[in-house]
């Protein structure tokens, strides 16, 4: 048990459940709590509202996440329910790579008119 976190492109064709996830990750607490910030910031709901829903990233939060990751500066995540937040900062230089990639895939998806969905289940 623990955090699970997913995104996705999500088209008409694919309906309310999205596609299958381009990017998965585990137990990635930084990242989730970058997230959750943006989360709470847009909708104005509590961060837990986001365990099994979805968040549409636009083009300034992956720009925003990547200067993030590129700079080490991922937000610390204070603890969650089952985070993984006590190795926070392994995950972060282990997901450093893959975080990068997403950034990448996911700029290109949304250049393209694609909605590219962050969704987590915990």
Not at 35 to 53: K, Q
Not at 89 to 102: C, I, N, P, T
């Amino acid at each position: 048990m623990g955090l699970d976190q997913y995104a996705y492109v999500k088209t008409p064709e694919s309906g309310e459940e999205g596609e299958s996830p381009k990017f998965v990750w585990r137990k990635h607490s930084k990242l989730q709590t970058f997230m959750e910030a943006l989360y709470t910031e847009r909708t104005g709901l509590s961060a837990s509202d986001l365990n099994c829903g979805e968040l549409r990233l636009e083009a300034a939060d992956i720009n925003t996440l990547e200067q993030a990751v590129k700079g080490s500066a991922l937000p610390r995540c204070e603890g969650g329910f089952f985070y993984g937040h006590q190795f926070q900062d392994e995950q972060a230089k282990e997901y450093r790579d893959y975080d990068l990639e997403f950034c990448a895939w996911a700029r290109a998806e949304i250049e393209h008119g694609s909605t590219v969905i962050y969704s987590c289940w915990w």
